[in-house]
């Protein structure tokens, strides 16, 4: 059996906090699923170069390019974010570097959120809170959510994982993605060509894409005017992927019944952003993708993908990333 301190099976895990949690917490998830493998711990973001030096695979939130030619001996970085469009890939690329992420560790949790903030709207939920707050006994007449469409724009894990939850429920769900020929779990599935008229049949639109160069301001103030009046935007995508003035200006004018944020542009939202000031907005602060068991479901991608490195098997890394230079 391998020793424990052979450097072949070096994992160093960056000194920084992602979604709140504390690295040396992922650390004691790893060394249980890695037991012949030196797992660390580094003090800082950018540890000194002895720290490095023999790390067989990376892992943190993001890489500072001057960090990897103090690291001959990488072969990946495994990212403990879904997303990878903040990462220096070109120069991971150079190194000759794999890049993984951490895609579907949040389904359930982000799932559960956008679900939570369909039903709020739904069923008047937020309407509620605000009389409950004032002590005032007085019925209002909710909606129902059976029934109702559903776009959810992007069908990767986490667009999957909210049209299974969503299916119970008895509404019809049209998913948006680049390949539609893929289909997924939705009544209806098109592609990104056919968004305005998913919009415009929907009575609610929940946003779960990656922020792209397509996707940057996808709903603007032309797909906002495709919406129904009666339609409530879900986003806990990214907050690039919406027009923030466009949304502002089309509450302003009631022409949506209302949108719920996990995230939002500008982030974090300045105190007096007009965003805060609508009844009938809901926003939480990014926090959609936190949950107790990120670093247990982290673990055990980053585990799978060391093993495959040790074994030679770089293309059959789970939630590899394209990456060139």
């Excluded at 990462?87 to 579907?104: E, F, M, N, Q």
Aim: one cysteine or more.
């Amino acid at each position: 059996m391998t020793r424990p301190d052979d450097p072949s099976r070096d994992l160093l895990i960056l000194g920084e906090k992602f979604n709140g949690l504390s690295p040396a917490d992922l650390a004691t998830a790893l060394r249980g699923r890695l037991p012949d493998w030196t797992v660390r711990e580094a003090t800082t973001p950018n540890p000194p170069r002895e720290q490095v030096a023999n790390a067989r695979v990376l892992v943190g939130p993001t890489v500072d390019p001057d960090l990897l030619a103090d690291a001959p001996e990488l072969e990946l970085f495994a990212c403990t974010y879904a997303g990878y469009d903040h990462l220096p890939l070109a120069d991971l690329a150079t190194h000759d570097v794999a890049v993984t992420t951490a895609g579907g560790v949040h389904v359930p949790n982000v799932a559960e959120q956008a679900v939570g903030f369909v039903l709020t709207f739904a069923r008047g939920l937020h309407d509620a809170w605000r009389r409950q707050e004032r002590r005032e006994w007085r019925v209002a007449d909710p909606g129902e959510l059976a029934g109702s469409t559903v776009t959810i724009v992007g069908l990767g894990a986490i667009g999957t994982g909210i049209a299974e939850r969503l299916a119970p429920f008895g509404v019809e769900t049209v998913g948006v993605r680049h390949s539609p020929e893929k289909g997924g779990p939705c009544d209806e599935v098109v592609g990104y060509d056919d968004l305005h008229d998913a919009l415009a049949r929907s009575e609610y639109v929940v946003l779960a894409c990656p922020l792209t160069d397509e996707t940057e301001d996808l709903i603007d103030e032309a797909a906002l005017h495709a919406l129904p009046t009666d339609a409530v935007l879900v986003n806990v995508a990214r907050g690039g992927v919406v027009d923030t003035d466009a949304l502002v200006a089309m509450l302003r004018s009631g022409g949506i019944r209302g949108a719920a944020l996990d995230v939002t542009d500008p982030e974090p939202l300045p105190e007096d952003h007009p965003l805060w000031n609508f009844g009938n907005v809901q926003i939480t602060p990014h926090s959609a993708g936190r949950t107790p068991a990120y670093h247990d479901r982290l673990a055990d991608i980053v585990a799978g993908n060391a093993r495959r490195v040790i074994d030679g098997r770089l293309d059959e890394l789970e939630n590899r990333v394209a990456v060139s230079e």
